[in-house]
């Protein structure tokens, strides 16, 4: 099994203000997934991260918003930018069990977010 | 995009009892997965179920898989304090994005 873990756990922010995110897994993965979900809600997808090229994003997601890093197999960073208390979140990061479609995956234990 | 749709959106109940929730999806799958978070931490994977089986057990887990209705349900048999949790259905849209369900918030009481 991986194990993912994520920094910082939680954070408390100013609206205007950004916040990365890591996520560091402890074998190497081709992809990463980063997931939003708002209080109460389900996950929502927001980008795909493959080392050695560009996130993939999804619709309503956008690279301005929400920049991604890859810089190797193991590690991944997410930027909340400009955050308004609308990006008040849990933000997860997520891998694939063995890569294969269908597959399940795992997940990081997640950054809470409370935007001020 | 689309997400699946679980019902009942809460459910209490007494230790001991069984819990059931289900999942309904529009899409054409080639599997299942439900998933388990504890109070707004990560996701656990609980179990999969394919396309071709109808029935799977793991543990006091029981998932169905009606593929004609587009529907699955999880069954906890036994429920414990440690089975409060929410409970989330997943499948697979497209080649590789995961998509969630609604979930269910489970609350086992003493």
């Known amino acids: 099994s991986a194990v993912i873990s994520q920094k910082p756990s939680r954070d408390i922010c100013q609206r205007g203000t950004s916040l990365t995110i890591q996520c560091q897994v402890d074998?190497?993965?081709?992809?990463m997934f980063w997931y939003r979900q708002q209080p109460g809600q389900s996950l929502t997808l927001i980008a795909t991260?493959?080392?050695?090229?560009?996130?993939?994003?999804e619709s309503g997601f956008v690279i301005d918003k929400f920049p991604i890093s890859r810089p190797n197999l193991t590690f991944s960073t997410l930027t909340v930018s400009n955050m308004s208390p609308e990006d008040s979140s849990i933000y997860l990061c997520?891998?694939?069990?063995?890569?294969?479609?269908?597959?399940?995956?795992?997940f990081g234990p997640g950054t809470r977010l409370l935007v001020l | 995009s689309q997400q699946g749709e679980e019902d009942p959106q809460a459910l209490s109940i007494q230790e001991g009892e069984n819990a059931t929730m289900n999942c309904s999806y529009k899409?054409?799958?080639?599997?299942l997965q439900w998933y388990r978070q504890n109070s707004g931490r990560g996701l656990v994977h609980l179990i999969l179920?394919?396309?071709?089986?109808r029935e799977k057990h793991s543990g006091r887990l029981r998932v169905t898989l009606d593929t004609s209705k587009k529907s699955s349900s999880l069954l906890i048999t036994a429920s414990r304090a440690a089975d409060t949790a929410s409970y989330f259905c997943?499948?697979?849209?497209?080649?590789?994005?995961?998509?969630f369900g609604q979930g269910t918030r489970l609350t086992i009481n003493p």
């Open positions: 997520s891998v694939p069990r063995t890569g294969g479609v269908g597959e399940t995956q795992y």
């Open positions: 074998s190497q993965v081709t992809m």
């Open positions: 991260a493959n080392q050695g090229s560009e996130a993939t994003y």
């Open positions: 899409t054409s799958i080639n599997n």
């Open positions: 179920i394919r396309s071709n089986e």
């Open positions: 997943a499948f697979r849209e497209g080649a590789q994005k995961l998509v």
